[in-house]
């Protein structure tokens, strides 16, 4: 599974699983990269679907679905423990937190302390992305900015020397005369 691409897709792209491209008009899988064309009919258990159906019925059987392959993933890449990719998995499973506590050896006060850490987790990214977005931004602007004020000097430099009918500088170290 090659995931460098999956960082430059947008949190709705990444949770669908898919990406449609719209000048080859195909559904491509993030996950393994295959492709579905918007062409095609395509035939499942003697029906005929459609790519977008097709590409959603991978995801589901090949991937078992986006947020199991999400919680799958390296804890480098999610950035979570294993005890909270288990009770992200207890929660996608809809488990009380009495069940979910005794299959963990853990008490249910514990698993609840878990799953408020997870909500105040998710808030907590929420700023985290925007202020790096922010930061990327304006990053971007002080780039362009000293591209315009180079382009400036120099168009001020090639109008001073016209001006003053003599060389550029550029050109006073090859000693014309
Ligand atoms: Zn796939």
Redesign the pocket.
Known sequence: MNLDSIYDLKIEDISL??VYNLKKQNFT??????TFDEGIVYEDNHNFITAKRA?EQ??ER??NGVLKTLLSLEKDITGLTEIQSKVITGLMEKKESKKLAEEMGISPSTVRTHKFYLQKLKRQSKIFLTIMNLLELQEEEVESKELLKNEKLNEELLKSSCETNSLHPFFTQYNLK
Do not use: A, K
């Open positions: 699983g898919y899988c993030i996950f393994c990269g295959e590409i991978h995801i090949e991937h």
